[in-house]
């Protein structure tokens, strides 16, 4: 998931992109069907990032592959490597800090606030009775709703102070 990129191909099987801006906490501990009022034990640093999510060119992937190329394009969630002590969560996005996505240098969407902590620990209990939590293991919180980025555009993750991640689309 995390990787130092700055350049992404769209593949030939993918008739466009978007770009979704997310909140990505690390799991700090193991876990399956964590009650809510737990979740704070498990939820620890943090950092912004980006999903890249394809509209697929549909007679160029095989039917029973189609839901997975659509959730897991290669190289197509990027976080920063340095992640932010989870006790900084609180208020870390806001006006006077936005997490924006530029794209060409044009925002695109600014988001002002960080998730309420009730929403996060029940989307955190919702996912843990789906899925196994491992210590490690990160959990993507979209931001806002996909913005369309077109080829050879640049694509501007601008979040917290001075940080942001840029990639030029091919």
Partial sequence: ??????DFY???????????P???IRSERSGKSVAAKFADRYLGPFTCG?????CLH??????EDRVFVKNALDYSTVIPYDLLPADRLEGFISGQRPVRIMVNGITKVSVSSTPDKDGLYRRFAE????CSLRTGDFLAFELSDAVPV??????????????????IIH
Avoid: W
């Avoid at 549909?58 to 039917?63: D, G, K, N, T």
């Fill in 127 to 130: 996912i843990s009775r789906y």
């Fill in 150 to 167: 077109q080829k050879d555009s640049r694509l501007i993750l601008a979040f917290g102070v001075e940080r942001d991640i840029s990639i």
């Fill in 58 to 63: 549909e007679e160029a992937v095989l039917p």
């Fill in 22 to 24: 997310i909140l990505c």
């Fill in 1 to 6: 998931m995390i990787r130092a990129l700055t």
């Fill in 50 to 54: 980006l999903i890249i999510k394809p």
């Fill in 10 to 20: 769209i593949p030939d099987y993918i008739d466009s992109i978007s770009a979704v």
